[in-house]
């Protein structure tokens, strides 16, 4: 079951520059989009979202873009810190439903 | 800032012995979850909670498991024959309004069965 898919799974940038973390999906029944970050030894956490009405959402140095046409977002950070070095993961979901469907996650490793 | 707590953070347990993980959710919180994730794979739904009762499953989520609110405060998960493919971290996640605005995840329980 791929219904998200995230390609890479690493990814490096060097601080002060932009990251461009990607994801897929297959099932257009999906309405709502988050992207989540996980330290090691810790529980994911809620980062951002975005509703399938948008195409844009932005929070600080997050910007979350969604192509749906394409099936397609992407999670830009800007600038990076080192503190951003963990792994991402994107998650769908339809609203009223309960289930989140996690991607594979993406490990991103900021260099100083 | 509020937590979910869970415990233990690691549990080791002989196939085919139950083995309970326990959380304790954000107190105002009304929706409750967990998730599993078997090393090097992604994060799985096991099964939502709400109002005492399951709201839905994954197919996962098979007799072997249950869940229970036995005092109000604290949200466990039962394995009642473990295997070895039950080897996994088991997040706890719970939510104020459901899925949309995101869980608070739990630091995680490490199962391993041995």
């Known amino acids: 079951d791929q219904q998200v898919k995230q390609n890479s799974p690493s990814l490096s940038v060097q601080e002060g520059r932009i990251s461009i973390l990607n994801c897929d999906y297959t099932?257009?029944?999906?309405?709502?989009f988050l992207w989540y970050k996980k330290y090691p030894a810790e529980g994911p956490t809620f980062l951002i979202s975005?509703?399938?009405?948008?195409d844009k959402n932005e929070d600080g140095r997050f910007t979350v873009f969604l192509n749906k046409s394409a099936k397609h977002l992407s999670l830009h950070i800007v600038p990076s810190q080192p503190g951003d070095s963990a792994v991402y993961f994107c998650a769908a979901l339809i609203q009223g439903a309960q289930k989140l469907v996690f991607g594979q996650g993406t490990r991103l490793t900021i260099n100083p | 800032e509020p937590e979910v707590t869970q415990t233990p953070s690691h549990q080791v347990t002989q196939m085919g012995q139950e083995v309970i993980l326990r959380c304790v959710p954000i107190?105002?919180?009304?929706?409750f979850y967990w998730y599993r994730q078997i090393l090097g794979q992604k994060v799985e739904f096991l099964v939502s909670f709400y109002n005492n009762e399951i709201s839905e499953k994954s197919e996962i989520f098979d007799d072997q498991f249950s869940v229970e609110r036995p005092d109000g405060s604290n949200f466990t998960l039962k394995i009642r024959s473990t295997k070895l493919e039950d080897s996994a971290m088991y997040f706890c996640a719970s939510s104020e309004s459901g899925s949309t605005y995101g869980y608070t995840f739990g630091s995680g329980t490490r199962l391993t069965v041995v």
């Open positions: 107190s105002n919180h009304l929706y």
């Open positions: 975005i509703s399938s009405i948008k």
């Open positions: 099932n257009s029944m999906f309405d709502y």
